[in-house]
């Protein structure tokens, strides 16, 4: 038992991504969690899978049941929501409003006792990538460390940088299908060609987890000259392709920050 009770306020994608990696975590699983009506759907159904949830009758309920509350609604609905809650001083409020700074959402809310604001990914879900936290505290790392790789930034500005990193998913998931593709396209049986190219991302990353995260720049570098890889690297930096990847982010960075004003 973690002697916690989890609140989630809205349940949606993020949040029943949350719910489903603690519930699988064998470490966590008995951690209690009362999720609100809102998307009675998903709720339902995490609480027929899952006997440590529940569903409240509404958000306020929800809140009262829990000393850890999630905000999990979307930011357009954020004001409203919060403000209609009353929050206890002991309460620890995490925030996955993506376009909302903390000072913004405490000014809708009473004092609490602690305030986060957390960007996880569906990965989580399966207890795995990247999970943003801001500030820093060490029982939010150990607890939610157990669910993916939690990244804390010194800087709540530095939270939009991570949002902007995770812009790249489809543009990544197109290269891995059209390279699969490609290999079925020139006589790869189509799984074949599928279940290569993925084994093979996933080998080429798992070399540059963890600590050895600072051999990054030797495997762009180590390649032999005029070969295949050399071959691929110049023709795709000649037309300007990877550039297009960090000017992508310049536009993702700047779009981000626009949804702030």
Not at 184 to 191: C, E, R, Y
């Amino acid at each position: 038992m973690t002697g916690h009770t989890i609140g989630f306020i809205g349940t949606g994608v993020l949040a029943s991504s949350m719910i489903r990696g603690i519930c699988s975590s064998g470490e966590l699983s008995h951690t209690r969690i009362v999720t609100s009506p809102r998307n009675a759907a998903i709720s339902s159904e995490l609480a027929a899978a899952f006997e440590n949830v529940s569903v409240a009758s509404s958000n306020q309920e929800a809140l009262d049941a829990c000393d850890w509350a999630v905000i999990s609604v979307t930011p357009k609905l954020g004001e409203a929501v919060v403000r209609e809650l009353n929050f206890r001083p002991n309460h620890t409020v995490i925030s996955l409003l993506a376009t909302k700074r903390l000072d913004t959402v405490k000014s809708w809310m009473p004092p609490v006792g602690r305030m986060f604001r957390m960007v996880p990914m569906p990965f989580i879900a399966h207890r795995v990538g990247p999970i943003t936290l801001f500030p820093a505290a060490p029982d939010m790392e150990e607890f939610f460390g157990r669910l993916g790789r939690v990244i804390t930034v010194e800087e709540e500005p530095q939270v939009e940088l991570t949002n902007a990193i995770t812009s790249v998913t489809n543009a990544t998931y197109t290269v891995i299908r059209d390279v699969a593709d490609w290999g079925a396209k020139n006589g790869l049986p189509p799984g074949a060609s599928r279940d290569y190219t993925i084994a093979y991302f996933e080998a080429m990353l798992s070399q540059i987890s963890g600590k050895y995260a600072d051999e990054l720049p030797r495997f762009v570098e180590e390649r032999t000259p005029e070969g295949v890889n050399d071959t691929v690297m110049k023709m795709i930096s000649s037309r300007g392709g990877f550039a297009l990847w960090t000017e992508a982010l310049d536009a993702a960075i700047k779009k981000i920050r626009a949804d702030y004003m």
